[in-house]
């Protein structure tokens, strides 16, 4: 037998320490070199001796391993640091199904996520008639009646988005003065619809309400958790968009004039949220969300970038542009708006520098600006890109070989017996 692979048999172990003795194991074609001793950290895994012995390659001297090279460059880096750190790409179940793999078993439960077995019947409410409610008006997929509820659902709140804007057109308004008896003047207050139009759009409103009402109410009782169906995002912006009607009819009804044009701007503008209700039905809207959701810390930096450039150039512009006698720049709060949209390089051109050192401070903030808007980019992009094909793409079983852990249940009785075959090798080379 050759010199070399006695010395691969001799033991490692020499005074009860490990030597730094280099291991190289192959993953899928990807080779790591780490010391004997960071692996002898972890005895009961299958990265350890003698469990590893069952993949060592005598031709090529290594240790191979098909499995994936993300998460086996996590595994390693857990042996080295304790720090274990699922790589940002992989899935959960595949990073899981790997530790479990090698061996890691309470590592796996402490730092993946448990994935949850419930279904979606599990979901549904237990009686008969509240699920075929439920699945009426939540799942348009499971039934063609369902499905012309969600279209006729959208038609309606398309037409009450498009009466809502007809009816801030010149043709159908009317100005509503307020007479001042101290000054004996009158101003301007607000604009309503007029006399012959206003029942024409009143109807029309009413159907829209009355059936975003009937439809949120059905929703709610058929709904298997209550308190899960009231605080949901779309659910709430159901509220929102229903809630105003019912509060400008109050008002009128209770001859609250004042009141009522107090708030009536107030509650005309939350009416522009039923727009949303759309991205009930539209999955690229929920795609969206999902990419505002998850980019939510690179968007908080990217407005902590924009309100310090902000500060930072209007300042400084104010001062280079404040002796000028015709100056725009009033002062560093009116000079935001024009970092604002200089940085966002959308420049209206209604606040512009005149001097030699204001139109440089314009010149850096474009730059700056452009840059600032260009570095979260990428990794929104790339949340889009995830959630898109993950709803193109809907998540598949796993192999359940690949599941698997390779000794199995008989773990232990096949580490002892390659233990067992690596002794009887070792004396019969002795012997010879």
């Excluded at 003047?185 to 059936?211: A, D, R």
């Excluded at 930096?301 to 542009?321: D, K, N, R, T």
């Excluded at 600006?369 to 598949?396: H, K, M, W």
């Amino acid at each position: 037998m050759p010199v070399s692979n006695i010395f691969l048999l001799n033991p490692i172990k020499t005074d009860c320490n490990i030597e730094k003795h280099r291991v190289c194991v192959n993953v899928s074609g990807k080779k790591y070199e780490t010391y004997e001793s960071t692996l002898a950290k972890y005895p009961g895994t299958l990265l350890a001796l003698p469990q590893r012995e069952l993949f060592f390659d005598s031709l090529n001297g290594e240790y191979f391993f098909d499995r994936n090279r993300k998460a086996f460059g996590a595994i390693l880096t857990y042996c080295q640091t304790g720090l274990l750190v699922k790589p940002p790409s992989l899935d959960d179940r595949i990073f899981a199904a790997e530790l479990r793999y090698f061996g890691f078993e309470s590592e796996s439960e402490a730092h993946i996520p448990p994935v949850s077995n419930e279904s979606e019947n599990s979901l549904l409410p237990t009686n008969k008639y509240l699920k075929y409610i439920w699945q009426f008006f939540e799942a348009p997929e499971t039934s063609l009646g369902a499905r012309l509820v969600s279209l006729f659902s959208m038609s309606v709140i398309l037409l009450s988005i498009a009466m809502f804007c007809i009816e801030t057109l010149p043709e159908f308004k009317q100005p509503v003065y307020t007479f001042n008896n101290l000054t004996n003047e009158s101003s301007l207050l607000s604009f309503q619809t007029k006399t012959e139009f206003e029942s024409s759009f009143y109807i029309v409103e009413c159907g829209c309400i009355m059936w975003f009402t009937i439809e949120y109410l059905l929703r709610l009782l058929a709904s298997p958790k209550k308190f899960l169906f009231l605080r949901q995002p779309l659910n709430v912006i159901d509220i929102v968009s229903i809630l105003p009607f019912y509060i400008t009819a109050f008002l009128h009804s209770a001859n609250s004039n004042v009141a009522s044009l107090s708030i009536f701007r107030v509650l005309r503008i939350l009416r522009v949220f039923r727009i949303f209700k759309l991205s009930r039905y539209s999955k690229g809207l929920q795609v969206l969300g999902c990419t505002f959701k998850a980019s939510l810390q690179e968007l908080g930096l990217l407005a902590f970038f924009l309100m310090i450039g902000v500060i930072l150039f209007s300042s400084v512009a104010y001062f280079c542009e404040e002796t000028e006698p015709k100056t725009e720049f009033r002062s560093i709060i009116h000079s935001f708006w024009w970092a604002i949209v200089t940085m966002t390089t959308v420049g209206y051109g209604d606040i512009t520098p005149t001097t030699l050192g204001g139109k440089i401070v314009g010149s850096m903030c474009v730059l700056v600006g452009v840059l600032t808007l260009a570095f979260p980019v990428p990794v929104i992009v790339n949340n889009f890109s995830y959630f898109r094909s993950l709803d193109q793409t809907p998540l598949e079983p796993l192999d359940e070989d690949y599941l698997e852990i390779p000794l199995g249940n008989e773990r232990n009785s096949s580490t002892a017996s390659i233990a067992t075959n690596s002794t009887n090798s070792m004396q019969l080379i002795y012997k010879k």
